[in-house]
Every structure is written in structure tokens, then in C-alpha cells.
Nanobody, 123 residues
């Protein structure tokens, strides 16, 4: 069974840094696009950054120049380096990986979400 697990959240002061990781495990054939999303209570989940299988990245305007997304295709892991953090970055961060894996009859490509990790930035 495929699993996607995040790590690296926590509490940090404004201006500080955190690095989030998102690792896929289980039996699968390949990973396509990956992305980080965040959500605060009462608001919709929003895209923070995404990376294609070829390494092309895309960032929300609010994090450009501060966050950097990368992936290690050998370790099946995605990393989000967050610098110059602001209180408005406080949210639960979720990772998503698009993974091709065996299904009951053949193979299937689906989005797999992590459980979420809390990032809190104090002022």
C-alpha cells in the first residue's frame, strides 16, 4: 500500500526557517508531479509550490523568493525549504504526490495526500 508521510513542521519565530519533507513508500511504479498545499481554519486549501517529474517548479506569489522546492527521485522524497517565514505562513501543510501503482486489476495513477504537518510562525 502506498503511503505519503510529511515531517519537519513546528514552531518558529518570524524570519526563521523550516524544512518540510514528504516521502512516499510502498509498492509503486513511478511518481509524477508533487506539490505542497496549506490550509488555515475557515479557508480553502491553497497551493504553495509544485514540481513536475522533470523538476520544473511553480510557486504561489506569496512565497516566491522565500521558499524553495526540490525533489530526490531516488529517495522518492520532496523537500520544501522555507526561509524568512512570516506569521501569515502559519497553517497546516499537506503534501501531494501523483503516483502510479498496482491496483486490484491493473495499474492506476492517483493523488496521494499526507496527513498534514503544522507550521506555526510567531511574531
Amino acid at each position: 500500500q502506498v503511503q505519503v508521510v510529511e515531517s519537519g513542521g513546528g514552531l518558529v519565530q518570524a524570519g526563521g526557517s523550516l524544512r518540510l519533507s514528504c516521502a512516499a513508500s510502498g509498492r509503486f511504479f513511478g511518481i509524477g508531479d508533487m506539490g505542497w498545499y496549506r490550509q488555515v481554519p475557515g479557508k480553502q486549501r491553497e497551493l504553495v509550490a509544485a514540481i513536475t517529474s522533470g523538476g520544473t517548479t511553480n510557486y504561489a506569489d506569496s512565497v516566491k523568493g522565500r521558499f524553495r522546492l526540490s525533489r530526490d527521485n531516488v529517495k522518492n522524497t520532496m523537500y520544501l525549504q522555507m526561509n524568512s517565514l512570516r506569521p501569515e505562513d502559519t497553517a497546516v501543510y499537506y503534501c501531494k504526490q501523483t503516483i502510479t501503482a498496482p491496483s486490484s486489476r491493473s495499474i492506476s495513477t492517483d493523488d496521494y495526500w499526507g496527513q498534514g504537518t503544522q507550521v506555526t510562525v510567531s511574531s
